[in-house]
């Protein structure tokens, strides 16, 4: 007899660690879904037992550096602050008026009684000061200063603020108002403050109706927001980690909320839609959760790394501000994509149909299936057929978009809230009362030349270079600091302190007056900071490193989409369509805000500049958002390719697979963003218009014409990888109707999802 040799089978090729990780959290969904709330919980308890920090922001340049050593020194100055006392009926003057007097008087009074008295406290009641009532007679003004410092100013001034409101009720045929600026940051403060919550109240229900109207049923919506909700909890609450080395403040706080509700409900509508349809195509809650995480689950992966990416690229910007809120968007990106893969199909394993639960009438029904778009796909259809025609007509519309950002300005504005602002309005009365000057340049010097001869006759050699209608102007003053281990110079600038005016009269103050006069001095160095060097040195460093944020974020960008989708061509096309969406929003706000386009409708006054970090924020937020889109869209498209359908007809079906989530996604970022439009600050209007524009954009011109119309004039190139890459792993495409793959009804089987990785 002869013994047949025993068969061994061939060893079953091991599933891909996006499916064995969602794998595990669906068999263990109790422990999953226990396990990330308990994690969620554990960080918010840890990072609080953390001691509180307060790290110190500085301005980057010359102005940081004179901050640092005034810092050093202990040198503080305290707010300034001013109440005008304004008559109300024409005719009354401060000589014959016994109310503007008595008023004074009572001002001055209710400051001296307060327990920590204002300082300085300067009235034209006082000997002297005759400059304190304007040229008209009509008003008066009180100086003082409040105790504190710029840290804890938005508090002192409190008190202040209080007895002046006291004085103003007991004289209401008077005009009684307080600016300065510890009221003027206490008031932006609040104002701020009050419009990022209204953001925050009317955001989730708006994205909670939206995605009860997408998926028609109460429990399927509530998912994204769950996952949005404890990833942002948990990425602000690892804000603490960093807060003892860089400075985490509201700004980064807040963006990280909007990027983690973005991403948030990003990831969770690819992954339950995936879900859905293929139960609706006939697969178990099992089957669905092991193709949706094969796919979608793949596609949340290169997603968030992209957007990581993104985010990341604010590294590189030098701004303190900017390094807070890369941590903090990274960190929520991340939490996210791990909830995607873990919680969520942890979530829906323990569910099952249940998601489908909480109906709503007329909605349910009808939503329960993720369908195919047939308005999607007869448009691609239509590009496909004269890919040339549309796809030339939609970028030339897109460039003629974007032209406009060729003349873009940057530049900080002299006051970036509404004139309305009872603040602002009293800060006008009293320029128009008493015209002053911007804020002076402040020149800091230190060594130990300072107590040397040649010091004080640098000084009048800097003092004889002003002149009327000149750069520097008068007055010039110098005072000994800090015991005389430092020295201040005030130097008055020509222009307003925010224009080009300011700007180049900073220049020749740094670069030709101050090298020619205190440099010339051995033994001393200096640096000029104030609010024009400030605002100077800030958008200086932002213009510099934008370029390489810009170049990196592409470069890293292009090498990840390269090994995801195993093509040259398609991470240039998906990184030369985002730059052209970006161009697009950033002509769009060119036009509307330094060009003061509707002016009236938004409730704002052009400055005809667009604040600095604005196009830096907006960049890395659009890269990355609109990977997003496009990751998930190729990664459709992809997986038909593999399944054999030749390019043109995965494109077709990819996006018309696609379209619902998408649109989905797009509408609900668009409807969020939209909100900042109606805000207060100029800056924040950028973004309320900007952000949802390009989103916009991106959903359906590039997705819909461009993206179809590239991918169509390619053909097969798109798949196209070098020789020399071909060692990066994966499965490249099938030849075009070669051996077919199973049917677009069917829940794709084991050995097909393990190939799409």
Not at 389 to 412: E, I, T
Not at 605 to 622: C, E, H, K, N, Q
Not at 643 to 664: F, L
Request: hydrophobic share 50%; proline share 7%.
């Amino acid at each position: 007899m002869h013994a047949h040799p025993t068969q061994v089978p061939a060893p079953r090729a091991r599933s891909p660690i996006v499916e064995r990780i969602a794998g595990w959290s669906a068999r263990h969904r109790k422990t999953a879904v226990l396990g990330w709330l308990l994690l969620v919980a554990a960080v918010v308890a840890g990072t609080h037992m953390l001691p509180a920090t307060n790290i110190q922001s500085y301005d980057s340049g010359q102005s940081g550096q004179a901050e640092q050593t005034l810092n050093r020194l202990h040198v503080t100055s305290p707010p300034a602050e001013q109440v005008l006392i304004q008559s109300r009926a024409p005719g009354q003057t401060f000589g014959t008026d016994p109310a503007l007097r008595q008023a004074t008087a009572q001002v001055v009074a209710a400051l001296r009684r307060l327990p920590h008295s204002a300082s300085g406290i300067r009235s034209p009641l006082d000997a002297g000061p005759a400059s304190l009532i304007s040229a008209s007679g009509r008003s008066a003004l009180v100086t003082f200063n409040v105790p504190g410092n710029a840290n804890n100013e938005d508090q002192t001034v409190l008190p202040d603020l209080n007895a002046v409101a006291a004085v103003q009720a007991s004289h209401p045929d008077l005009l009684i108002q307080e600016a300065g600026n510890a009221s003027g940051d206490r008031a932006v403060n609040a104002l701020v403050s009050s419009d990022l919550k209204k953001a925050e109240e009317t955001s989730v229900p708006i994205t909670l109706i939206l995605l009860v109207a997408v998926f028609g049923a109460l429990i399927a919506a509530g998912i994204p927001l769950l996952l949005a909700a404890t990833s942002v909890i948990t990425a602000i609450s690892l804000l603490a980690i960093p807060g003892h080395w860089l400075p985490v403040g509201q700004a980064t706080a807040e963006v990280t909320l909007l990027i983690g509700m973005a991403v948030g409900i990003d990831y969770s509508l690819f992954y339950l839609r995936r879900e859905r349809e293929e139960r609706a195509k006939g697969a178990t809650v099992a089957e669905a959760l092991r193709i949706a995480a094969g796919t979608s689950g793949r596609a949340i992966v290169i997603s968030g790394l992209t957007v990581m990416i993104a985010m990341a690229g604010l590294f590189l910007s030098g701004a303190p501000e900017f390094t807070g809120i890369a941590f903090g968007t990274v960190a929520v990106v991340g939490v996210a994509v791990t909830g995607s893969l873990t919680f969520v199909p942890a979530l829906l394993s323990w569910l099952g149909r249940w998601a489908d639960r909480g109906r709503i009438p007329f909605l349910g029904r009808r939503r329960t299936a993720a369908k195919p778009s047939r308005l999607w796909a007869a448009l691609v259809r239509r590009v496909a057929g004269r890919p040339l025609l549309w796809g030339g007509a939609a970028v030339l519309a897109m460039l003629a978009l974007a032209a406009p950002a060729l003349s873009m300005r940057l530049a900080y504005p002299q006051n970036d809230v509404p004139n309305n602002v009872p603040i602002i309005a009293t800060f006008n009365r009293i320029q128009q009362a008493f015209p002053q000057a911007p804020s002076p340049a402040i020149v800091v010097v230190t060594g130990s030349g300072l107590s040397g001869p040649a010091v004080w006759p640098a000084i009048a050699g800097l003092r004889a270079r002003a002149s009327a209608d000149g750069p520097i102007r008068e007055p010039i003053t110098a005072s000994p600091i800090a015991g005389g281990r430092a020295m201040i110079v005030n130097v008055t600038l020509a222009g307003n302190g925010t224009d080009t005016a300011s700007d180049d009269a900073l220049l020749t103050l740094r670069d030709r007056v101050l090298p020619a006069t205190l440099g010339r001095v051995g033994g001393i160095s200096y640096a000029v900071t104030g609010e024009t060097a400030s605002n100077y040195d800030d958008t200086r460093l932002i213009d510099a490193r934008t370029p390489i944020v810009l170049a990196t974020v592409a470069a890293l960008a292009f090498v990840l989409l390269l090994i995801a989708f195993r093509s040259v061509a398609l991470p240039l096309m998906s990184i030369g369509l985002n730059l052209l969406s970006v161009g697009a929003a950033y002509g769009l706000i060119t036009l509307v805000f330094q060009d003061g386009r509707l002016q009236g409708p938004l409730d704002f006054t052009s400055f005809g500049a667009i604040t600095p970090w604005v196009p830096l924020f907006m960049f890395v937020f659009l890269f990355g958002l609109s990977m997003d889109y496009h990751v998930f869209i190729l990664s459709r498209i992809r997986e038909l390719r593999l399944r054999g359908a030749s390019t043109k007809e995965a494109v077709t079906d990819g996006i018309a697979n696609s379209a619902g989530v998408v649109t989905t996604a797009a509408l609900i970022m668009m409807a969020v963003f939209s909100i900042f439009a109606t805000l207060n600050l100029v800056e924040l209007k950028m973004l309320g218009i900007g952000l949802p524009a390009a989103v916009l954009i991106d959903a359906t011109v590039v997705r819909g014409v461009l993206v179809p119309a590239c991918m169509t004039l390619l053909g097969e190139r798109c798949w196209y990888l070098p020789r020399w890459l071909r060692w990066i792993p994966g499965r490249p495409p099938v030849p075009p109707h070669g051996p077919a793959g199973p049917s677009t009804d069917a829940p794709l089987s084991q050995r097909t999802l393990s190939g799409l990785t």
